[in-house]
């Protein structure tokens, strides 16, 4: 995975109301807003620095005698962030990986929860995960972007270790959003994102990936795509 790719704004977390007039929040309070600021990502291909006329000769490479040769041979096309496979054609295909690693740490980014610490958990509720395409000049079609949480330890996106909350719908190219946008959860996307924000003393990892495919007779794609995605949270002591 390349990190470079993909560059999203430094999460925090805001407070809302239920904060006591000195600033600290109230032992009494039932209910507090949470809201993480924007997290901003771009997916630009100048970072990959792909020669056009160097990825047909990789695509029009036959793997039909060795599937592996694909994986090998795929430096010859691109240097870092991509992966090469064989496809049904048994011809290679290049997979140009996006792949984030966001640290989040609730404590520090918001000194407020420092007053609750006695608190070994919050009751979470996630009100709303929304993204918007706010620029795109990329000449092909996104694939869908998954949104992953993870402890600090797991830094790449891996399903084994890391678990999906939600996945951004791909966006056709050239398309911007006319709004905010619901991301689509997966099943027990809301719950693992209440448990991880819930236990706000132990930091955790955000993760965003997906990989744009380049086939045979397909253009290397070019541009780039900005994109903010919005949590909003409440909880309860």
């Given at each position: 995975?390349?990190?470079?790719?993909?560059?999203?704004?430094?999460?925090?977390?805001?407070?809302?109301?239920?904060?006591?007039?000195?600033?600290?929040?109230?032992?009494?309070?039932?209910?507090?807003?949470?809201?993480?600021?924007?997290?901003?990502?771009?997916?630009?291909?100048?970072?990959?620095?792909?020669?056009?006329?160097?990825?047909?000769?990789?695509l029009m490479q036959s793997c039909a005698?060795?599937?592996?040769?694909?994986?090998?041979?795929?430096?010859?096309?691109?240097?870092?962030?991509?992966?090469?496979?064989?496809?049904?054609?048994?011809?290679?295909?290049?997979?140009?990986?996006?792949?984030?690693?966001?640290?989040?740490?609730?404590?520090?980014?918001?000194?407020?929860?420092?007053?609750?610490?006695?608190?070994?958990?919050?009751?979470?509720?996630?009100?709303?995960?929304?993204?918007?395409?706010?620029?795109?000049?990329?000449?092909?079609?996104?694939?869908?972007?998954?949104?992953?949480?993870?402890?600090?330890?797991?830094?790449?996106?891996?399903p084994t270790s890391a678990k999906a909350?939600?996945?951004?719908?791909?966006?056709?190219?050239?398309?911007?959003?006319?709004?905010?946008?619901?991301?689509?959860?997966?099943?027990?996307?809301?719950?693992?994102?209440?448990?991880?924000?819930?236990?706000?003393?132990?930091?955790?990892?955000?993760?965003?990936?997906?990989?744009?495919?380049?086939?045979?007779?397909?253009?290397?794609?070019?541009?780039?795509?900005?994109?903010?995605?919005?949590?909003?949270?409440?909880?309860?002591?």
């Open positions: 995975m390349n990190y470079r790719y993909l560059r999203v704004a430094t999460l925090g977390l805001s407070l809302a109301g239920a904060i006591a007039g000195c600033g600290l929040i109230s032992s009494d309070v039932t209910d507090f807003d949470l809201k993480l600021p924007d997290k901003k990502f771009s997916i630009d291909t100048d970072g990959w620095q792909i020669d056009q006329s160097k990825a047909d000769v990789f005698s060795n599937p592996t040769v694909c994986s090998s041979a795929v430096q010859q096309a691109c240097t870092m962030g991509c992966s090469g496979t064989c496809n049904a054609s048994k011809t290679c295909d290049l997979s140009l990986d996006v792949s984030v690693v966001q640290p989040v740490n609730l404590l520090m980014e918001e000194p407020d929860l420092k007053t609750v610490s006695d608190q070994s958990v919050l009751k979470v509720a996630i009100d709303s995960v929304t993204y918007e395409v706010t620029a795109n000049s990329l000449n092909v079609d996104t694939p869908p972007v998954t949104v992953y949480v993870a402890p600090m330890s797991v830094v790449k996106v891996d909350i939600g996945t951004i719908p791909a966006v056709t190219a050239g398309k911007t959003t006319t709004g905010p946008q619901p991301i689509q959860f997966t099943a027990t996307g809301k719950t693992d994102l209440m448990n991880i924000m819930a236990t706000f003393k132990t930091p955790f990892n955000i993760l965003v990936g997906t990989s744009l495919v380049v086939t045979e007779g397909t253009p290397v794609p070019t541009g780039r795509l900005d994109s903010v995605v919005h949590i909003i949270a409440h909880a309860g002591l």
